[in-house]
């Protein structure tokens, strides 16, 4: 089964962010770039702690171990929607992003004992740094002068006002989950394999 560990959004949040990005493919169909983006589905938009790939069944019950002793060591902390911006950059957009903001260190210390249970079931390292994000698009296949104009519109966004409007949505991380991806044509489903309740304030 192919699947990961992650934080998922109360429905307030994935209304904003669907504000969000109607207001930007609004204007990016101004510029006739509408075509640019592919909008990621307001139930799909999470904090992916550690994407796992596939993992067998014995993997899985590990993990659930792991994830359980993990949540049970950790408090329940508030994070916001912050910046907006694209991997690896806006002059080549592939993913568009909101950041987040507020609790830098619970949730770097969350992550890493994630990143260290995978491990422990037999997982590789992660070579890429952790940067918390929320992806709300991907790029979708379009000539490079496309993509790079798609890139400026977004960027203009972000330095002219806050992504989401003039208060930040935030939200109490109270949870984490393992997670199974399956991919179809209408779009990846998201299945809850465990839901693991971090300790209340």
Known sequence: MRAFVAIVLPETVQRTLVTLQQR?????????????????AAANIHVTLR???????????????HLAA??????????????????PNCRRPSVLWCGLQGSANM???LQGEVE?????????????????????????RQRSSELAAAGQ???????TATPTG???????????LLMQSDLT??????TPLGVYPLQPR
């Open 116 to 140: 260290a249970a995978a491990q422990a079931v037999g997982l590789p390292a992660e070579e890429k740094r952790f940067t918390p994000h929320l992806t709300i698009a991907r790029a979708q």
């Open 70 to 87: 993990i949540a049970a060591r950790h408090r329940s902390f508030e994070v916001s929607v912050g910046e907006l911006g694209c991997f």
């Open 185 to 190: 044509r209408a779009g990846s489903v998201y």
């Open 51 to 65: 994407f796992l790939g596939e993992i067998d069944e014995a993997q899985r019950q590990q993990l659930a171990s």
């Open 166 to 176: 003039q208060d930040a949505p935030g939200f109490t991380v109270g949870e984490i």
């Open 153 to 159: 519109v977004i960027q203009h966004a972000a330095a």
């Open 24 to 40: 930007l493919a609004r204007q990016l169909r101004e510029r006739r770039l509408d075509g640019a983006f592919r909008w990621t």
């Open 107 to 109: 949730l770097g210390a």
